[in-house]
T-cell receptor
Framework: AQKVTQAQTEISVVEKEDVTLDCVYE???????LFWYKQPPSGELVFLIR??????QNEISGRYSWNFQKSTSSFNFTITASQVVDSAVYFC?????????????FGSGTRLSIRP | SQTIHQWPATLVQPVGSPLSLECTVE??????LYWYRQAAGRGLQLLFY??????ISSEVPQNLSASRPQDRQFILSSKKLLLSDSGFYLC????????????FGPGTRLTVL
């Protein structure tokens, strides 16, 4: 069965610290997509990244980086030099290959608080 | 570019009253459309999705229904609201071709009293 686990329910760090959000997934498929979304206090989910299962290169975008490791079924997200604006709930998600409608399966989310 | 709108932004309704939430997408054709609910402090629950006009799939049996009267319009309805319908409702769209990213609207915060 498809499943996404975000074991960290809440994380709190002081501004400028680095922080890593963990994501572990389960799938029987060889072709799949992984996603990260950010939900700031305003509520709207903001798309951050999509990763194809055949592309294991790490991705870096400014202070954000993603580490995809198929061997451990993990897709972790690191924020370097965190800022107060990074405070949000972050969701990891996995594509559902049995869906005809691009359905994705979300983890339960990690609430990140950055203290000034 | 594509944009997605939801209204109203907030809504307070009494138990037993009807509900109609609207979602529209601009800048794309024949998108897949989705309704999610998020209870306070919880994760996302997919309620309905649609791959075309008049085509609605329900994920969870409940007090709600959805309709897609036009290509880029998705409506979430209820005849009689329950307290448990309170939550944050998010609409999303994705391109039709293959597995692709879902893009979300700003959401509607519904409180049933």
């Amino acid at each position: 069965a498809q499943k996404v686990t975000q074991a960290q329910t809440e994380i709190s760090v002081v501004e400028k610290e680095d922080v890593t959000l963990d994501c572990v997934y389960e799938t029987r498929d060889t072709t799949y997509y992984l996603f990260w979304y950010k939900q700031p206090p305003s509520g709207e989910l903001v798309f951050l990244i999509r990763r194809n299962s055949f592309d294991e290169q790490n991705e870096i975008s400014g202070r954000y980086s993603w580490n995809f490791q198929k061997s451990t079924s993990s897709f972790n997200f690191t924020i370097t030099a965190s800022q107060v604006v990074d405070s949000a709930v972050y969701f990891c998600a996995l594509s559902d290959p049995y869906s005809s409608a691009s359905k994705i399966i979300f983890g339960s989310g990690t609430r990140l608080s950055i203290r000034p | 570019s594509q944009t997605i709108h939801q209204w109203p932004a907030t809504l307070v309704q009494p138990v037993g009253s009807p509900l109609s939430l609207e979602c529209t997408v601009e800048g794309t054709s024949n998108p897949n459309l989705y309704w999610y609910r998020q209870a306070a402090g919880r994760g996302l629950q997919l309620l309905f999705y649609s791959v075309g006009i008049g085509q609605i799939s329900s994920e969870v049996p409940q007090n709600l229904s959805a309709s897609r009267p036009q290509d880029r319009q998705f409506i979430l309805s209820s005849k009689k609201l329950l307290l448990s319908d309170s939550g944050f409702y998010l609409c999303a769209w994705s391109p039709v071709a293959g597995v692709d990213t879902q893009y979300f609207g700003p959401g509607t915060r519904l409180t049933v009293l």
